[in-house]
C-alpha cells in the first residue's frame, strides 16, 4: 500500500501481538518497522491528507482532528495493553519507511533512555474541580426579583455569598496542594499541567488541580486507593481520576524537528 508513513509510537521489540480488528488513523492496521533495538508503530495515511499543507489545514477542522486523535489514542492504549510504548505527537508524518528508520537512528539512544525509565510504569491523571454555581469568571446571574429589604440588608447578604464562594474556592486550593503533595510521594514522578478550560473540556466546575503521575504498574492498585480514599472527603470539592495511560506527560523532549513529506 502506497502513501506517507503515520507514527504512533517508538517501543522495544515485544512478543504479544496487537488485536487483530485494531485498526489506526484512516482505518488501516498498524505495523511493526524495526530498526536495530527500536519498534516504530506505524500504519500508512493517504498523501492528500496528510502531507505538510492539507494537514495544516485540516488541523482547524475539528471534527476530522477528534476522529485522528481516537484512532491514535486505540492504537497507543492497545500498545500499553502488552509493552511500554513511548508516544509521539499527534499527526508525526514521514514520507516512507526511511524517514522512519532515520529518525529512530537519530534518536535512538534518547529513546532507549526514555524506554529504560518508563518501563513497567503507566501514568495516572487526577483532577480537582471546584463544585459551584458558576465559575469565578463567568457573568453573575441575574438577581432575583428585589424583595422587601433594606439597601444594608440585600448589601449584607451579597458580601456573604461573595464570601462563602471565596472561601470554598480557597479551601479547594489548599485541597488540591495538599493532594498534590500526598500523590506525588507515591509516584515516581509528577506534572503539573494547566487548569483546563470548562468551555473546551465540558467539564462542570472549576479545574483548581490538574496532574499527572507516574507510577509502576504494580503500584497501581494502592495508588487508586489513595485517591478514592479522598473523594468523599471534601464537600463542594470534587476528584477525577483517569487512567492508567501510556506514559505520554513523561515521555521527555518531543522531536524537535520532523522530516517532512
Known sequence: M??????????????????????????????????????????????????????????????????????????????????????????????????VRTMMEAREESFLRTLDRLEGRVEWGVKVYVESDRAPDAPAAPAPAPKPVSGRDYLRQRRERTKSQDDLWQRAETFATRLHETLSGAAEDSRLHAPQNPTLSGASGRNVLNAAYL???????????????????????????TGPWAAYSFAGEEIAEEEGP
Do not use: M, N
Open 2 to 99: 502506497t502513501g506517507l508513513r503515520y507514527v504512533y509510537a517508538v517501543c522495544r521489540p515485544y512478543g504479544t501481538p496487537l488485536q487483530s480488528q485494531l485498526t489506526g488513523v484512516g482505518g488501516d492496521p498498524p505495523r511493526l518497522l524495526t530498526h536495530h533495538g527500536l519498534v516504530a508503530v506505524v500504519s500508512h495515511v493517504p498523501e492528500a491528507d496528510f502531507a505538510e499543507e492539507p494537514l495544516r489545514a485540516h488541523l482547524e477542522d475539528l471534527d476530522w482532528l477528534t476522529a485522528v486523535a481516537r484512532a491514535h489514542q486505540g492504537v497507543i492504549d492497545a500498545l500499553t495493553t502488552v509493552t511500554t510504548p513511548l508516544p509521539l505527537r499527534l499527526g508525526t508524518v514521514f514520507r516512507d519507511d526511511s524517514g
Open 215 to 241: 507510577v509502576p504498574r504494580v503500584h497501581s492498585e494502592e495508588f487508586v486507593e489513595k485517591v478514592e480514599r479522598t473523594k468523599d472527603g471534601a464537600p463542594g470539592i470534587r476528584v477525577e481520576l
